[in-house]
């Protein structure tokens, strides 16, 4: 397994993660053996990095890890490293209501999490969302304290913007930032980026086959499942849909001629944008993580970027990336 280093400050983790929230919630149901199963071949392969939410099925996920690695061999136990969100507040019936930043929360979801996961520390914690009403000085002060008590190894963040980066940054040493990026979702790249490197600061990308979306394998006949939030999503909605797969069939010429899949040209792509980005493939099953996989292997040369380029150019997705209510707790978009 090829490896990669979160930031100056940072962890060496695998080159992919596997973003683990599609096994508790939010694309239908999920098969649990078969959920276990994959992050077994996943630690098998080799890659470390598993992330998690404790908002994930509301601590399913952080209990399906537990049990993971509880039943893996012990080598690729001591070598697995968790990255989880927290601050998420939920209802009974599933609803977020808004996210808690607050020092003696941070301190409170840390130690529910710890107990959920069978561990003593936590590799990288950070808040989902900024809080608005906590100063972002106060959270990451909070999970200082926490790497100091020895209960966190690394301080990360999720889908912040600039100038939050680097008030954070201020406070404690910033391993990563988590936030969105994919040939479909390319904002970090005007703002973003520059400043995570001239900070420092690394990246785990998430959504970089954009939900499912440009994994060459979304259909427009495809009917979601109600518990499915892609149904929600406004790039899988009506012309929206129909523009995006336009530009997954484009795509896939591409993948054709180079003798891989949709997807794995895409992960490519993310992988080739820089070795301090670490994508994460929400793989659910193990045939999809094997595919994910594959596109470790995949070089993409000039005339390759090029013409992914010309296929998929920068702002060409149609859509925002989330529902209008959840982009309004964006701080990376804003």
């Known amino acids: 397994m090829q490896t990669r280093t979160l930031g100056t400050t940072g962890p060496q983790t695998s080159a992919l993660g596997l973003g683990c929230m599609g096994m508790s919630a939010l694309y239908g149901d999920s098969d649990r053996s078969e959920s276990l199963a994959t992050l077994h071949a996943a630690l098998d392969a080799g890659i470390t990095l598993l992330d998690t939410g404790d908002f994930y099925g509301m601590g399913h996920n952080e209990l399906l890890i537990n049990e993971a690695l509880r039943s893996a061999p012990a080598a690729a136990r001591e070598k697995a490293q968790i990255s989880v969100k927290f601050g998420a507040l939920r209802t009974v019936e599933g609803g977020f209501t808004g996210y808690d930043g607050r020092p003696n929360a941070v301190k409170n979801f840390a130690a529910y999490s710890l107990r959920r996961l069978g561990t003593d520390h936590i590799d990288i914690y950070r808040i989902a969302r900024v809080d608005p009403d906590v100063p972002i000085e106060e959270t990451v002060g909070a999970i200082a304290e926490l790497v100091e008590a020895g209960h966190v190894r690394h301080i990360g963040l999720s889908e912040v913007g600039a100038r939050t980066l680097r008030r954070a940054a201020a406070v404690a040493p910033i391993s990563d930032l988590q936030i969105e990026y994919s040939l479909l979702s390319r904002g970090i790249e005007e703002a973003i980026l520059p400043t995570a490197r001239e900070l420092g600061i690394g990246v785990t990308a998430y959504g970089v086959l954009s939900r499912g979306l440009i994994s060459g394998h979304f259909t427009r006949d495809r009917k979601l499942a109600a518990n499915d939030f892609r149904g929600r999503s406004p790039r899988f909605q009506g012309k929206n849909l129909d523009r995006n797969l336009d530009l997954v069939d484009a795509l896939r010429k591409i993948?054709?001629?180079?003798?891989?899949?949709?997807?794995?040209?895409?992960?490519?792509?993310?992988?080739?944008?820089?070795?301090?980005?670490?994508?994460?493939?929400?793989?659910?099953?193990?045939?999809?993580?094997?595919?994910?996989?594959?596109a470790l292997d995949i070089t993409l040369d000039a005339d390759d970027l090029a013409a992914i380029e010309h296929a998929v150019p920068a702002g060409a997705a149609a859509g925002d990336r989330y529902p209008t209510d959840q982009m309004a707790h964006l701080d990376s978009e804003h």
């Open 255 to 294: 993948a054709e001629q180079k003798g891989v899949s949709v997807a794995q040209t895409a992960i490519a792509w993310v992988l080739s944008r820089g070795t301090d980005i670490v994508p994460l493939v929400g793989a659910r099953r193990r045939d999809r993580l094997a595919e994910a996989l594959g």
